[in-house]
């Protein structure tokens, strides 16, 4: 395997026409051109969608969105750079928060995220690689911890219809939730209320013990791990 395109290589003619090979076939530029996994979460604030290419982030700014949020991490990349460059010369705000897919998320990831909802300029699209997994974890939180939606209710975002698979190991993030909605139906908790929540998530919550007790199903892991390979 190459290694990755450098930040110095991204600044050549040569180096950016690697960083596009990148983007459309080792991350699957090209199918995203098939399959448009994009979706509102909140009327005129939130949108979720896949890695983004610098045309589709110009129409993006369009459309009036003022912050980009990256859910993969600034690893050096091809796609994380052309991502980079086309936000700063679009004026787009770009944003790395980096969450896990195969994780249940830390507290620290949680609370970053209530932290980042209310620091960020809205219109605000959030994107991972595929739109599916990890964007359907912090469009669960964003209902949840900025909209006011009942837990329950926002992990709606955590679906087949958007891709996401909970029989796989992806799925210890519904699993992570799960285990509050136990917990505060058992206690008589409001599953709208953040401070319950997040008093759960620092006295209560153990995301190893989380991680450690959820089995995905043969057939889920199969598509997660080998079929779709996901990030």
Not at 73 to 94: Q, T, V
Not at 119 to 134: F, N, Q, T, V, W
Not at 146 to 171: C, F, N
């Amino acid at each position: 395997m190459a290694d990755p395109v450098t930040r110095e290589e991204f600044a050549t003619p040569a180096g950016r026409r690697r960083a596009w090979r990148e983007l459309m076939f080792a991350d699957h530029g090209a199918l995203r051109l098939f399959y448009r996994n994009v979706h509102e979460i909140a009327p005129g604030r939130m949108w979720r969608s896949y890695q983004p290419s610098p045309g589709q982030l110009r129409r993006w700014r369009e459309r009036g969105v003022k912050t980009v949020v990256n859910l993969r991490g600034d690893k050096p990349s091809g796609f994380y750079f052309l991502e980079e460059d086309a936000c700063r010369r679009l004026g787009l705000r770009l944003v790395t928060f980096r969450v896990f897919s195969r994780e249940a998320p830390s507290r620290e990831i949680l609370h970053g995220a209530r932290r980042l909802f209310d620091e960020i300029e809205y219109p605000a699209l959030m994107h991972c690689k595929s739109g599916a997994d990890r964007v359907g974890l912090m469009a669960t939180l964003f209902l949840f911890l900025h909209e006011g939606v009942p837990l329950d209710a926002a992990m709606r975002q955590l679906s087949w219809r958007y891709g996401h698979i909970r029989h796989g190991k992806t799925g210890v993030i519904d699993r992570a939730f799960e285990d509050y909605i136990d917990y505060a139906r058992r206690a008589g908790k409001s599953l709208s209320s953040v401070d319950d929540f997040f008093e759960w998530v620092d006295g209560v919550y153990d995301p190893a013990r989380v991680k450690a007790a959820f089995m995905g199903s043969w057939w889920g892991n199969l598509l997660t791990e080998r079929v779709l390979r996901r990030e």
